[in-house]
Structures are given as C-alpha cells and as structure tokens.
C-alpha cells in the first residue's frame, strides 16, 4: 500500500460514527498517580495486568475505534499472551503510539511549557510501526492566566507540533495533533475562547509552512470551559463557546477533532460532547480522545486485582458505550 492510502485508510478506520479513541498512553509518572488513586502500586506487571484487562473488554471496538499506548505497552503481551497491538487489531480498533518525551519549562518564558521529542522521531517512528502502531500522538500543554501563553509559547508550540506531524506522515503514521490548553486555574470561559483560538490558528499556520496534509491528521484539543477554579458552564455554553471558536480557526478538510478530557469527570465529559453533537451539522467529526473520562471507573473497579475482571470491563464498556453515543448526539443520562 502506498503511504497516503495507508495513511486515509487509517483515518478512515479511526472516524468513525459512534466511534472515538481511548487515551491509555499515561506515562509512568501519571499511571503511577492514577494506580494510587485506587491503592495500587504501579510496576511493569501491573500495568500489563491492568491495560490487558480493558483492552480486552468483550465488545469494546463497537465504541473504541483506536487506542493510544504508551511505548511499554506497544511492546508488551497481553494476559493471553499475545501482543498487545494483535489483540486490539482482534477487537478490530487501531493501535497508536504516544510519541512525545514530556514537557520541560520554555527557556527565558516563565509559565510556560514546551514538549521535547523530536531528535530521533524519524527513527523511533519506523520502529513503532514495525511493531503494529498506525497513529500517534504528540501533545503540546498551554498554561492560561491573564497573561499567558506567551506568544514564544504558542510559537515553538506550533512548531514542534508541525514538525513531529510532516514526520509522521512521512512514514505513512496518521499524527494526532493535541494542543491542550489547560484547565488549570480561575479564568473564565471567554479567556479560554480567546487563547484556544489563538493557539490553535498558530497550529494551523505551522501545519500549513510544513505541508502537512490537513485530510491525514486528527485534531485533539481541550473543549472551551471555565478553569477549573471558576463556576461550571452548562454543556449547551461550552459547545457553543467551543463550536465558535473552532469554526474560526480549523480548516474544514481536517476529518475529526477528538476532544481530551483534561480533568473533566466523566459524567461531564460525556454531556460537554453530546451537546456538541446536538448543535447540527459541523464540518468536522466531533468525537472524544479521553484518558481520565474514560478510564477512571473501569481503574476503581480493578483496585488491583484481578478477580474484578468483569466489574473493571463493565465499567469500561459503559463509559465507551456512553460517549460513543454523545459522539453523535445520541446521550440521554
Ligand atoms: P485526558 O482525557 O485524561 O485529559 O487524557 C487525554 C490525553 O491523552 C492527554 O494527553
């Protein structure tokens, strides 16, 4: 297959209707947070036991149409004792890869973040798609105050985000482009409008001056909410805040914007996307890309053992279930 059919026939199988993708690529320091929420020690067979159990949930591609993974787990066994990427391709959902080495602070802008990874992606890139993984994912974290991101910020951003997706593409791997504009704080949601929107436009000139292929790419970014120290927004004004935005500033070519979570609960998350996708036709596929939202039931059902097999993978399957449909507007609590 030549590298642009793999790379539409990969988005093809990702955009589904009904269909979105499960984050489960938390690096070893956040899976170490989200085991101890739940009183389990995180170590290497842990975290297999773990991710085995859900990624083998009896019905889960019904919902799940990719699955981002850490680099442990693309290499890893499930508990059957196949590999990890074969057994989602069983369940007929893509294998993806988390590609990005963690963010540090941005040299001489105080607040602000950059993510580091590009040196060797080409190489690593070629490996991971040796081992099963057709997608990946880079993600970029905006801190917001009044004041911040500075424009360096949304600059160097844009252009790593760039750069990491020309490469992925390159090799035929559809890039998942995740701008995450945090939660963090007590600014309201017209700040949040105000910085997704230029954030993201920045993203989109960067895309363009490398030649990205709009078609290929998966956008995932933070929804348009109050911080986190701020009064809650109804879901009916964070999709309206979050569709105005978007229609300003992501080109109708892109196929799916598959939203994060970024400390939601659950119960949220899934109303924020219905009420997106009961706002009429959009140009774009909205969907979900969560970790926490979708994971954090299924991780209170296991609490480490693995005698609540079918508890975790109900848990698990109920929240899939839920937000595929809120992925077409279909969600009734
Ligand atoms: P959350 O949905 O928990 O924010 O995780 C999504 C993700 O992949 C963040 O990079």
């Known amino acids: 297959m030549s590298i642009q059919a793999e790379l539409h026939a990969t988005v093809q199988a990702l955009v ?147 750069r990491y997706a020309a490469l992925c593409q390159a090799i035929g791997v559809v890039p998942i482009v995740e701008p995450e504009v945090l939660i963090d704080g007590d600014h309201t949601i017209g700040r949040s409008a105000e910085v997704n929107e230029i954030v993201i436009a920045e993203v989109f000139n960067a895309l363009r001056r490398h030649r990205v292929q709009l078609e290929t790419i998966i956008l995932k970014p933070s929804m348009v909410t109050p911080g986190k120290e701020c009064a809650k927004a109804l879901p009916e004004d964070v999709a309206e805040a979050t569709l105005r935005v978007f229609r300003r500033v992501v080109p109708a070519a892109v196929p799916g914007i598959n939203f994060l979570s970024g400390g939601q609960t659950p119960e949220e998350a899934t109303l924020n996307l219905n009420a997106m996708n009961s706002f009429g036709q959009q140009p774009w596929y909205l969907s979900f890309s969560y970790g926490r939202a979708l994971q954090e039931p299924a991780q209170k059902a296991w609490a480490g053992n693995l005698n609540n097999r079918s508890q975790t993978q109900a848990a698990m399957l109920k929240r899939a279930r839920l937000n595929g449909a809120a992925a077409q507007g279909l969600y009734t609590p």
């Open 16 to 162: 589904q209707p009904g269909k979105g993708i499960l984050a489960a690529d938390e690096s070893h320091p956040t899976i170490a947070k989200r085991f101890k929420a739940v009183g389990v020690e995180s170590t290497e067979d842990k975290r297999q036991e773990y991710r085995s159990l859900i990624f083998s949930t009896p019905g889960l591609g019904e919902f799940i149409s990719g699955v981002i993974l850490f680099e442990e787990t693309l290499g890893q066994n499930s508990l059957e004792r196949v590999t990890i990427p074969d057994l989602l391709k069983s369940q007929g959902i893509v294998p993806g890869i988390k590609v990005d080495k963690g963010k540090k602070p941005l040299v001489n802008a105080l607040g602000d973040e950059i993510t580091y990874g590009l040196d060797g992606l080409d190489d690593r890139l070629e490996i991971y798609k040796n081992q099963g993984a057709r997608f990946a994912k880079w993600r970029a974290v905006y801190n917001i105050s009044d004041t911040l991101p500075s424009r360096q910020a949304v600059e160097a951003n844009a252009e790593m985000l760039a």
